[in-house]
């Protein structure tokens, strides 16, 4: 019996552990951008990570540092910033997280979505969410931080944009583009499209250019060119063959020239150019882009690499003619970056 | 300074019972030279193990008593196994020698396996699983059901209540006579698995119950036995078992209502022959596996059926004082799946010789070459050699061995929609061995200490990873060559003193597992420990025997395991341990009535084994059996 005595102890004496250190929230300046580390999906292991333009200063894991040790959820999908308010879309905790910007605590968060995805924003009342999995289009009201009512959508809805008083979105299941008027939440139109569109951007033209990536079975990537007055097609780009993929679009801060992410790296083309690039503008080599942003003033690229897949990854920043200024690392697989105004 | 405890630990604990202990039912890397006796690294886990409530299926036994990890998801979720640093589909499960590795995706999930329809578990490791078959690159574990001919009359029936709703009943017949054994096994297990953890993701981090965990098993096992004369044995099992699962979410996402269907039917038919100077045996067994999953949150319902037959044939013989073992097999296996646009086949052929020879009285060498065959792609050769040294009067075993193993891609590997990689090169190992064996029994062999250390390496190329895409989808692809290299220790006290009987037995396993390859300056992974595989890894088992009461108690230890590759991210070490008690009582001279009862996670150690995953805290059962033996 002494013996079981000892054993016991002895296990009690090296199961201890310490308690979590908790930090003050560390305060954000004005020239603060913040990289969504999307993290492996069901791993829960997504985080946000700050850095500072001017003296290139990183905090990693900013989210559960200044929100009491609390991780931030699985697959942080994409951010907008609203206000002084940051919504975050946490794709598969079902909730957007909103934020302060000035320090990037919990305000609140909108729970009990489905598998949310992206945010588009209608005026300070209004704003639409997609949702992968649902089969509806939430509307929820960014001062109060409400879903206000869904829209009926049958399918998986990803990113979306308003111009004209139309919303357009990419309609995943049926290869489609739909059409809403955002003042009464019907459909408008319906446009056929490639497999799989996936992303959209309004240029200084009001032309909508909408990325299909081809599908999941070996499809074409292509490119549609909307004129969003007359709602139609003003041409389709598509690529050589299925290896020229289209993913990713970004437009620069004069929204002129389109940038879009390829299987071998960043891709950029004039919105007059009528035909697709043939050679990326930064080529990937062997690392793995897997999101990037343009910074709306300066037309910096940040380019993120998630590298295994399993470990931190890096961000890039070129300046526009592609001169790397700085690489650092991030958290788990990067994927949107945000520039905090 | 957890490593270093318990090490600490594990030397005190051997010192505590080091005057006395015994027993016969832990044996590892028991190496006979002399005779004609096999060779073998095995360890071995016979029914009185199998039979103690603590464990819960073969993944929760192996997890405690071996140097396997277990990938747990949580109570009676998946359970994958990663043996000396290998992946998933690195270690073979063996049905009385026949692979039940999935052939959708090259693994097994332990889970699925019902203690109670085993008679002895055994894991080969490293390339000691080629005696099996290909495909063991860390190694593989050995189910068996053995015959016990004799006239007899046996009922068993069981009744276990455990915390969390957990119920489990289990029902064994047994008749026959010289000639002939019929047994069957029924089990029914079911748990709502609804323990209390921390909410993380919650400011305050308050109490939470873990939602949509709930599982229900049933199973049954005929098994018969035909002694024949002239030597002959045949021998027909037959094994059901359904199993449906609630998958609990991570603690930091919302609720998926997912389900988990798995419905298995085994059948298996064993011919034996025993010849004056060698042995034919000729196994078949026909495999179904069904597995359906719900996903009610995301609107999926997927559903994959594969269908298997398998065949082997072993004649062992003598020739001139060689041992000579030959055997030939060959597998079937059509899978048709929601992510399969079509139905799929794969046949294969293995192809094995082995010799070994005594070259005195205290050396033998054994030399292996076994081949497969992947029909219509491609073929490998794999040599393996292995020398033995008995040192005379120290009661030591010394020996050594060197080889080759190969694991071709799973179907899901090569066909999976949209990601299956046709162009997948199969992972093939390079290993080496070195291992010392010592036996030394005390007061009249009343007493035995056993022990053994082992040293491995491995290389593994053509790693296969499943990694996600920038456009939405995994793939698997070849991507990395690791090396995996490490020491397994054991140590075994036991005695017998009159109604007294003590075993004590420890392991510790030490894996480096590591790739080595680096894609750019910014990949900090080369060099560092794979995710999920920790570097240590212990047990400590103590159980005794007083007349009719019996005691038995495990504790286990849990390096720390990275999970991230840059091993920047890790989860924390854990301790483990688990203890019951049982009492014997006879009742009218051919009945026995067992009262168990036992509480796990004693130390009510707060722990995660996969990241966001909460794990229950202590947690008891109580046990009642009755035997009736005529």
């Given at each position: 019996m002494k013996q079981l005595v000892y054993f016991i102890l002895i296990l009690f004496v090296f199961s201890c552990k310490s308690d979590d250190e908790q930090q003050d929230p560390i305060p954000l300046n004005e020239s603060t951008v913040v990289i969504l580390n999307e993290g492996n999906y069901n791993f829960g292991n997504a985080s946000l990570t700050l850095y500072n333009e001017q003296d290139k200063s990183v905090n990693q894991k900013i989210f559960q540092t200044n929100n009491q040790g609390r991780p931030i959820g699985d697959v942080v999908q994409s951010a907008i910033q609203i206000g002084n308010e940051l919504f975050v879309v946490v794709n598969n905790s079902s909730k957007i997280e909103i934020l302060n910007v000035s320090n990037l605590t919990s305000i609140t968060a909108i729970q009990q979505l489905n598998s949310p995805r992206y945010i588009t924003v209608a005026n300070s009342t209004k704003a639409y969410v997609s949702d992968l999995y649902e089969d509806k289009l939430y509307v929820i009201n960014p001062s109060s931080h409400e879903v206000v009512k869904t829209i009926e959508t049958k399918g998986w809805i990803e990113e979306m944009a308003i111009t004209n008083g139309k919303l357009y979105l990419t309609h995943v299941d049926s290869n489609q583009i739909w059409i809403f008027d955002v003042q009464t939440d019907t459909v408008l139109q319906k446009i056929n499209t490639h497999q799989q569109p996936q992303y959209i951007e309004i240029d200084k033209d009001k032309i909508a250019w909408i990325s299909c990536s081809g599908g999941l079975n070996g499809g074409k990537s292509a490119l549609y060119k909307l004129d969003t007055s007359s709602d139609s097609v003003l041409s389709i780009l598509e690529g050589a063959s299925s290896k020229y993929k289209i993913g990713e679009l970004e437009l620069n801060s004069t929204k002129d020239e389109l940038h879009f992410l390829g299987n071998d790296g960043l891709y950029a083309m004039n919105v007059n150019a009528a035909v697709l690039p043939n050679s990326p503008k930064i080529g990937q080599g062997n690392r793995l882009f897997y999101g990037f942003s343009i910074h709306p003033t300066t037309n910096e690229i940040y380019i993120s690499d998630?590298?295994?897949?399993?470990q931190r990854g890096v961000v890039y920043r070129f300046n526009y003619s592609v001169t790397q200024m700085d690489a650092f690392k991030v958290g788990i697989i990067p994927g949107d970056i945000i520039f905090l105004n | 300074m957890r490593i270093l405890g318990t090490i600490l630990f594990l030397a005190m604990a051997s010192n505590l019972l080091s005057q006395n202990t015994i027993s016969d039912t832990v044996r590892i890397?028991?190496?006979?030279?002399?005779?004609h006796s096999k060779t073998r690294n095995q360890q071995t886990l016979d029914s009185s193990i199998l039979g103690n409530?603590?464990?819960?299926?073969l993944g929760d036994l192996l997890s405690k008593k071996s140097h396997l990890f277990i990938k747990s998801?949580?109570?009676?979720s998946l359970a994958t196994v990663s043996l000396r640093g290998s992946g998933t589909a690195h270690t073979q499960v063996n049905w009385n020698g026949i692979s039940l590795n999935?052939?959708?995706?090259?693994?097994?999930?332990?889970?699925?396996?019902?203690?109670?329809?085993?008679d002895q578990v055994g894991v080969n490791y490293g390339l000691n699983s080629l005696a099996d078959g290909t495909g063991g690159i860390g190694g593989a574990v050995n189910i068996s059901t053995l015959p016990e001919f004799g006239k007899q009359l046996n009922l068993f029936s069981s009744y276990l209540h455990g915390s969390f709703g957990q119920q489990q009943l289990n029902v064994k017949i047994k008749g026959g006579g010289e000639k002939f054994q019929s047994i069957t096994k029924i089990i029914y297990n079911q748990a709502d698995n609804d323990f209390e953890y921390r909410e993380f993701t919650t400011e305050g981090f308050p109490n939470n119950k873990v939602s949509n965990a709930r599982f229900l098993q049933k199973g049954v096992m005929q098994k018969f036995f035909f002694k024949l004369p002239k030597n002959q044995l045949f021998e027909a099992s037959l094994w059901f078992f359904n199993s449906v699962r609630n998958l609990p979410p991570l603690i930091t996402l919302r609720d998926n209502k997912e389900l988990q269907e798995d419905v298995a039917l085994k059948s298996l038919v064993k011919y034996s022959k025993y010849f004056k100077n060698s042995t034919l045996k000729v196994t078949s067994a026909f495999l179904s596996d069904e597995l359906n999953y719900q996903n009610e949150r995301a609107g999926i319902a997927t559903s994959a059926l594969t269908n298997s037959f398998r065949t082997r044939l072993d004649y062992e013989f003598n020739f001139k004082k060689i041992d000579v073992h030959t055997q030939a097999k060959y597998d079937h296996s059509n899978a048709s799946a929601d992510g399969l646009v079509t139905a799929v086949n794969q046949n294969r052929a293995e192809f094995f010789l082995k010799t070994e020879q005594l070259i005195t009285k205290d050396f033998k060498t054994s030399l292996s070459l076994r081949s497969l065959h992947v029909v219509q792609a491609e073929s490998y050769l794999l040599p393996q050699v292995r020398l033995d040294y008995q040192v005379q009067g120290l009661n030591l075993h010394l020996y050594a061995l060197a080889g080759k193993n190969v694991k071709y891609p799973s179907l899901n590997d090569l066909y999976y929609v949209p990601s299956g990689n046709v162009n997948l090169k199969a992972e093939e190992s390079e290993s080496a061995e070195l291992g010392a064996i010592y036996e030394r029994g005390f007061a009249n062999n009343k007493a035995l200490f056993t022990s053994s250390a082992t040293l491995f390496y491995n290389n593994i190329a053509n790693y296969i990873q499943w990694e996600p895409t920038a456009f939405g989808f995994w793939r698997p692809s070849n991507l990395n060559s690791v090396e995996t290299m490490g020491s397994e220790l054991f140590i075994e006290l036991s005695q017998v003193k009159g109604k007294i009987k003590k075993q004590l037995n420890a392991t510790y396993s030490y894996t480096a597992s590591k790739n080595y390859?680096?894609?750019?300056?910014?990949?900090?992974?080369?060099?560092k420990q794979l995710i999920y595989i920790p570097e240590h890894k212990g047990n400590v088992s103590l159980n005794m025997e007083i007349d009719n009461i019996s005691f038995a108690m495990n504790y286990q230890f849990i390096g720390i395991r990275f999970i991230s590759s840059d091993n920047e991210e890790l989860l924390p070490s854990y301790s483990l341990l688990d203890a019951s008690v049982c009492k014997n009582l006879k009742w009218r001279d051919k009945s026995i009535i067992s009262l168990s009862a036992g509480v796990k996670n004693i130390l009510d150690v707060e722990y995660q084994a996969i990241e966001w995953r909460p794990m229950p805290n202590r947690n008891y059962f109580i046990k009642i059996s009755y035997q009736f033996n005529k």
């Open positions: 998630a590298i295994d897949y399993q | 890397n028991s190496v006979t030279v002399n005779g409530p603590q464990h819960l299926n998801y949580g109570i009676g999935s052939s959708m995706n090259g693994s097994s999930d332990l889970a699925l396996f019902p203690l109670f329809f085993m390859e680096k894609q750019h300056e910014f990949d900090e992974s080369s060099g």
